[in-house]
């Protein structure tokens, strides 16, 4: 495929965000859109390494509200796009065991609840009651999002490309981005290894290498890449088909059904920034100790498959979404701090909505502008897996 000269949106990466991003700018009508990717295949970077996870539960009023339009577009997905996404509505489970979480999590149901979401507090014993497999002597209590859950990934990306393209977006593997040319404070050209495609609009939707496209930009875009690592197990015939993702909280240590074993991640506070993707064997050992100890059952398990991925950590552990106020034409959508996945799909459509019509209406998004953070009005999310 030969690279189009002129565009009217140029998208730079073809994970969850990007892939959203142009079908829903194709769905609103927009001609002339590019999504490039440089890879050869879509999502099999942050989007295809992810946990798969869907929740409302979080501490801030706009994440729950962003996953209360994105779930329910997940419930839609394949009568909208005729793709099957295989949800799965098993609910997440907080496990707490410090006392320090306690009074934040009972805030944060309140706070769910009078936003529409069904999470529920449970005690320590009704954990254990919960999770007869799992080992949480200390467990002092916890919460439950009945309508959380799981949803395939590449489905989702596969959808919104197919999606994009069928409204006559072009959707390109193999074309990396190299810079973004700039005059008079506004974005003119998106410069690739192929060639330059003139624009008056660049999208930054590159996940963990946000920061790069907005170097190249000359726009600083607090963005960065930290590894994060899973390990999935053979065959466990004894979990039962509506096992929960459980969730340890103070160790960020999860589980869920994966097929018929478990799929297993703890994200390692001490990880330093970088791009590296290699399995880091010190650190699996640490993981999978903690597992067995609380799921003495994976003893009897043996690995099927293991990956490391990045997560796009930005300085709150939210999205930097919207205009970027300092060059015109320049877009951002990325940042999603490890729970991108199931904001992919109403991201995407604000940032549309943005794009097309000089603002969003489906939800207020200036607080998630890249803007605040000279302006010093951030707040962190709490619930960072
Ligand atoms: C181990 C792990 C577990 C996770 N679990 C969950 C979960 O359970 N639930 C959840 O919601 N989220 C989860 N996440 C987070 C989620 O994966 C991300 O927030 C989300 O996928 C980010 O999507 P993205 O499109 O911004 O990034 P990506 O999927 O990384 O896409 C960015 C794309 O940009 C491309 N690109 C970069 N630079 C260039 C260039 N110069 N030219 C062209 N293309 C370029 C890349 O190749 C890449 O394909 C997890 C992440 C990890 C790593």
């Known amino acids: ?17 990007g892939a959203s991003t142009a079908y829903h700018l194709a769905l609103k009508g927009c001609k002339k859109v590019v999504l490039l990717e440089r890879n050869s295949f879509f999502g099999i970077e942050a989007t295809g390494k992810c946990a798969g996870g869907i ?23 394949e009568e909208e796009l005729g793709q099957a996404i295989d949800i799965r509505k098993c609910g997440y489970l907080f496990v707490l065991t410090r006392e320090m979480d ?43 999002g009945p309508d959380d859950g799981l949803a395939d990934p590449n489905g989702v990306v596969q959808g919104y490309i197919s999606g994009a393209r069928r409204l006559g977006a072009l959707c390109l593997t193999d074309v990396s981005v190299t810079g973004i040319r700039t005059d008079h404070g506004r974005v003119q050209a998106v410069e690739t290894e192929q060639g330059v495609i003139e624009t008056p609009i660049a999208v930054n939707a590159a996940g963990p290498w946000a920061g790069q496209i907005g170097r190249m930009a000359g ?23 509506d096992f929960p993702f459980v969730i340890e909280f103070a160790r960020s240590l999860y589980f869920h059904r994966e097929g018929p074993g478990i799929l297993t991640g703890m994200s ?31 003893e009897q398990a043996g690995i099927s498959s293991r990956w490391a991925g990045l997560y796009e950590n930005s300085p709150d552990a939210h999205p930097i979404l919207g205009a970027v106020d300092q060059l015109g034409g320049f877009y951002c959508i990325g940042g999603f701090s490890g729970h991108g996945f199931m904001h992919g799909p109403v991201c995407g459509l604000l940032l549309a909505e943005e794009i097309l019509d000089g603002k969003t209406s489906t939800l207020d998004i200036s607080s ?18």
């Open 1 to 17: 495929m030969t690279l189009p000269n002129t565009a009217n949106v140029v998208v730079i990466g073809g994970g969850v965000m």
């Open 268 to 298: 390692n506070n001490s990880e330093p920034v970088s791009f590296s993707q290699n399995v880091d064997p010190e650190w699996e050992m640490t993981h999978l100790e903690a597992a067995c100890q609380r799921m003495p059952l994976l």
């Open 219 to 241: 726009v600083d875009v607090p963005i960065v890449p930290v590894r994060r690592q899973i390990a999935v197990t053979t065959p466990l015939p004894q979990i039962p088909p």
């Open 55 to 77: 929740r409302y539960q979080f501490d801030t009023e706009i994440n729950v509200k962003l996953s209360r339009i994105s779930l329910p577009m997940l419930d839609r997905f």
């Open 368 to 385: 998630l502008r890249l803007s605040r953070f000279q302006q010093g009005k951030t707040t962190r999310e709490y619930n960072v897996v």
């Open 102 to 144: 306690v009074a934040e999590f009972k805030r944060q149901v309140a706070l769910q609840n009078s936003l529409g979401a069904r999470t529920q507090w449970l005690d320590g014993d009704e954990i254990r009651r919960r999770l007869p497999l799992m080992h949480y002597p200390d467990a002092i209590g916890g919460t439950l």
